[in-house]
């Protein structure tokens, strides 16, 4: 009966819980340019979406549509995605609205449409032609330029080759996907294919950058087809291009680092806390014209008489115009020693701001926090780990209620086999003794979890983890200092005992007990009893 459960789940095609995902290949454009919408949908079965709600704000052409399948998580998924192209109607900042697809909705998105035409290239009114360019003809050395290189056709592009070679004395690294759209240029509608690049200048001096080429066909036109003949070759190349590259400036912070804005801000900020407690502060830094990985560290000081713990930074990068954009986010715990007003001192970033060539410090003020004395905790049978953030919230799906009570019916069908097997076992199983202390048996803990209350943790939970991490019962500290076989960690536990009933130092005894407990606890074995010197009075039966 399990079997034929488990075949039957099996073959049941579960509906995918994943969104259909929608982005656009550039956030700005100008009036009269398309932009491309791509909508991603985790089926390979999807019908298009609606696109009757883009003909507010828009005019739609050029509908393409591809389906794949790829391996994740050992599991093969198939997806489809759906492109459009979009011609805006009018100029400002435009909603491209939610489209219904596959049974969801997608994430309405933000377009800027620019009033002002953008300039026409040099080139213009050639059949097909390369434009190229920086974002900052004069950098500084190490400062990151965004390269671009579009490719102009009058005429449909059957295939090709875009090269773009790196110039000597500068780093080419090509990000982001490509895009294509349309631009209507001295009445004449071109195709545009566009591509990205980050250029970092490594000496100053004069950048040479060579030309971008291309090598490619156009497709084949009507006479072309009746006579078998493929399109005819085509082939462009760019303007050299030239930048004068500034040196280091005799004021330059150090770190060196040319940005275009650089901002500090506090995302959590508590205004009290308590001694040997965790008080969670959260800062972000974002930056416009560096990657994460060019920012230096946020870092919090720790002050005299607390501890600061910093978690791993959370990292968002994107693409602005060409540009590298990274935001940072970075969490801290911060315990106090001592009772009475604590000053952490606040993050400062210096960084030169290479649109008005000086020096700036991003920087937040102080924190200052009132510290109240340690709180007497209640016993606890277990260890009680909490954060001072809520867990996201998960995103909700509404798939076909259909599937949901089919599947859900399976698996109270499976659920109930599971519980008749188990009880079948049970009922044939060696039974263990009752306990007889009437005692109940002491919740089970991991290290990790003896690990966190160590960080951000108060002290009655690090000592409810120990219990619950101990071989045998510990009603006491004296019971669970015994069964510690490392003389470090009893000092450690016995140190603890001082602070939450004595007032001890509690800075001292935190670091003692994460000095001690880094590897987890080490418990020692019972004795075994030694063999009796007599026969038993009444030898077994």
């Known amino acids: 009966m399990r079997l034929l459960l488990t075949l039957l789940l099996a073959l049941i095609p579960l509906p995918t819980l994943a969104q259909p995902l929608a982005r656009l290949d550039r956030d700005r454009i100008a009036l009269g340019e398309t932009v491309t919408l791509?909508?991603?949908?985790?089926?390979?079965?999807?019908a298009p979406p609606d696109y009757r709600p883009l003909q507010r704000d828009f005019e739609t052409s050029g509908h393409t549509s591809r389906r794949g399948v790829e391996r994740s998580n050992g599991r093969f998924v198939a997806w489809t995605e759906y492109a459009v192209a979009l011609r805006p109607r009018r100029a400002g900042t435009l909603v491209v609205p939610a489209l219904a697809v596959a049974g969801s909705r997608t994430a309405p998105l933000t377009l800027r449409v620019d009033a002002?035409?953008?300039?026409?290239?040099?080139?213009?009114?050639?059949?097909?032609?390369?434009?190229?360019?920086?974002?900052?003809?004069?950098?500084?050395?190490?400062?990151?330029?965004?390269?671009?290189?579009r490719l102009y056709s009058a005429t449909p592009i059957l295939s090709g080759q875009l090269d773009q070679p790196a110039p000597e004395?500068?780093?080419?690294?090509?990000?982001?996907?490509?895009?294509?759209?349309?631009?209507?240029?001295?009445?004449?509608?071109?195709?545009?294919?566009?591509?990205?690049?980050?250029?970092?200048?490594?000496?100053?001096?004069?950048?040479?950058?060579?030309?971008?080429?291309?090598?490619?066909?156009?497709?084949?036109?009507?006479?072309d087809d009746l006579f078998g003949r493929a399109g005819d070759a085509v082939s462009?190349?760019?303007?050299?291009?030239?930048?004068?590259?500034?040196?280091?400036?005799?004021?330059?912070?150090?770190?060196?680092?040319p940005l275009h804005a650089l901002h500090l801000r506090h995302r959590t900020l508590p205004q009290q806390a308590r001694v040997g407690e965790a008080a969670t502060v959260v800062v972000e830094m974002s930056a416009d014209g560096a990657g994460a990985a060019q920012l230096p560290e946020l870092?919090?000081?720790?002050?005299?008489?607390?501890?600061?713990?910093?978690?791993?930074?959370?990292?968002?990068?994107?693409?602005?115009?060409?540009?590298?954009?990274?935001?940072?986010?970075?969490?801290?715990?911060?315990?106090?020693?001592?009772?009475?007003?604590?000053?952490?001192?606040?993050?400062?970033?210096?960084?030169?701001?290479?649109?008005?060539?000086?020096?700036?410090?991003?920087?937040?003020?102080?924190?200052?926090?009132?510290?109240r004395g340690a709180s007497r905790p209640a016993a606890a049978a277990g260890p009680v780990l909490s954060s001072s953030e809520p867990a996201p919230a998960r995103p909700s799906h509404a798939p076909a209620r259909g599937w949901i009570?089919?599947?859900?019916?399976?698996?109270?069908?499976?659920?109930?086999?599971?519980?008749w097997a188990l009880q079948r076992r049970a009922a044939h199983a060696p039974r263990e003794p009752a306990r007889t202390d009437g005692a109940a048996p002491a919740?089970?803990?991991?290290?990790?979890?003896?690990?966190?209350?160590?960080?951000?943790?108060?002290?009655?939970?690090?000592?409810?983890?120990?219990?619950?991490?101990a071989p045998r019962a510990a009603?006491?500290?004296d019971a669970l200092i015994a069964q510690l076989a490392d003389p470090a960690q009893r000092q450690a536990v016995d140190l603890l005992r001082r602070v939450r009933w004595a007032g001890e130092d509690a800075l001292l005894a935190r670091q003692q007990l994460r000095a001690a407990f880094a590897h987890g606890p080490r418990w020692s074995t019972p004795a075994t009893a030694p063999p009796p010197l007599l026969p038993p009075l009444y030898p077994p039966g």
């Open 38 to 46: 791509t909508v991603e949908v985790p089926s390979a079965t999807a």
């Open 116 to 149: 002002g035409a953008a300039p026409a290239p040099v080139q213009a009114g050639a059949p097909i032609f390369i434009e190229s360019g920086a974002d900052d003809a004069t950098p500084h050395v190490q400062q990151t330029v965004a390269w671009v290189v």
């Open 169 to 223: 004395g500068a780093a080419l690294q090509r990000v982001g996907e490509d895009a294509m759209y349309t631009r209507d240029i001295g009445g004449r509608r071109y195709q545009v294919f566009e591509r990205r690049y980050l250029l970092v200048p490594e000496r100053s001096g004069t950048l040479a950058v060579p030309p971008a080429r291309f090598q490619g066909r156009t497709a084949p036109g009507l006479f």
């Open 236 to 257: 462009a190349q760019a303007r050299p291009q030239r930048l004068q590259v500034q040196p280091l400036p005799a004021d330059a912070p150090q770190p060196w680092l």
């Open 299 to 371: 870092r919090l000081e720790a002050p005299a008489g607390a501890q600061v713990f910093p978690d791993p930074p959370q990292v968002t990068e994107r693409l602005v115009d060409g540009r590298p954009q990274a935001v940072v986010s970075r969490r801290f715990a911060i315990v106090p020693g001592r009772e009475g007003v604590l000053t952490v001192p606040g993050p400062r970033v210096p960084w030169w701001d290479v649109r008005a060539d000086r020096t700036r410090v991003a920087a937040l003020p102080a924190l200052t926090l009132q510290v």
């Open 405 to 419: 009570l089919a599947t859900l019916a399976f698996v109270a069908l499976w659920l109930a086999t599971l519980v």
């Open 443 to 469: 919740p089970r803990a991991t290290v990790s979890d003896l690990r966190r209350a160590l960080d951000v943790g108060d002290f009655g939970d690090i000592e409810a983890a120990l219990r619950a991490l």
């Open 475 to 477: 009603d006491d500290t």
